[in-house]
T-cell receptor, first 113, second 112 residues
Framework: DGGITQSPKYLFRKEGQNVTLSCEQNLNHDAMYWYRQDPGQGLRLIYYSQIVNDFQKGDIAEGYSVSREKKESFPLTVTSAQKNPTAFYLC????????????FGQGTRLTVV | LAKTTQPISMDSYEGQEVNITCSHNNIATNDYITWYQQFPSQGPRFIIQGYKTKVTNEVASLFIPADRKSSTLSLPRVSLSDTAVYYCLVAQGDTGRRALTFGSGTRLQVQP
């Protein structure tokens, strides 16, 4: 089936460790996005990519890094520089052009202890 | 850059029509307005998208006035399962590098 997959669903890490969240899509979408959501809050944009080997910072990029080496994949690394990394992380993809429907993964809930 | 403003929360009862209004005063000429629905611990899902006047699908209607500075999502005869957060989106950023930026959304609570 076509779709966007995030893994794992739950992730636990010790403070000070980097951790990479996976996002894969087989929808042949050019654009991919990473969002962070805290309890009771809306989605905040971390990074986005409109094309392979190119990406832009969103509103809260500090402490995060991404890569876009393949069209299908857009992994997000939460670095030790991120002061409050515990959150729900959502990945999305869409066709090129901002006025298209975005498809979301089921999210990864990261807990840093 | 376009920024959206929505009510933080709304309450309704089963069977009623719910209208959620979003303001986007700085919407660009070529921007569409898109609405998403999100249930707890899930990713948002697309509901409806429009450019002007009225758009209707099997789930909702979207009303956009001529000046396009606001839009209203209409949910007919809501049920308990419509309890969710609803987001209004307008793309933001420079042409060619624009992104989908979500606001805080409207938390709809449907009571029996």
């Amino acid at each position: 089936d076509g779709g966007i997959t995030q893994s794992p669903k739950y992730l636990f890490r010790k403070e000070g460790q980097n951790v990479t969240l996976s996002c894969e899509q087989n929808l042949n979408h050019d654009a991919m996005y990473w969002y962070r959501q805290d309890p009771g809050q809306g989605l905040r944009l971390i990074y986005y990519s409109q094309i392979v080997n190119d990406f832009q910072k969103g509103d809260i990029a500090e402490g995060y890094s991404v890569s876009r080496e393949k069209k299908e994949s857009f992994p997000l690394t939460v670095t030790s520089a991120q002061k409050n990394p515990t959150a729900f992380y959502l990945c999305a993809s869409s066709n090129a052009g901002e006025n298209t429907e975005a498809f979301f993964g089921q999210g990864t809930r990261l807990t840093v202890v | 850059l376009a920024k959206t403003t929505q009510p933080i929360s709304m309450d309704s009862y089963e069977g009623q029509e719910v209208n959620i209004t979003c303001s986007h005063n700085n919407i660009a000429t070529n921007d569409y307005i898109t609405w998403y629905q999100q249930f707890p611990s899930q990713g948002p899902r697309f509901i409806i998208q429009g450019y002007k006047t009225k758009v209707t699908n099997e789930v909702a209607s979207l009303f956009i006035p001529a000046d396009r500075k606001s839009s209203t999502l209409s949910l007919p005869r809501v049920s308990l399962s419509d309890t969710a957060v609803y987001y209004c989106l307008v793309a933001q950023g420079d042409t060619g590098r624009r992104a989908l930026t979500f606001g805080s959304g409207t938390r709809l609570q449907v009571q029996p």
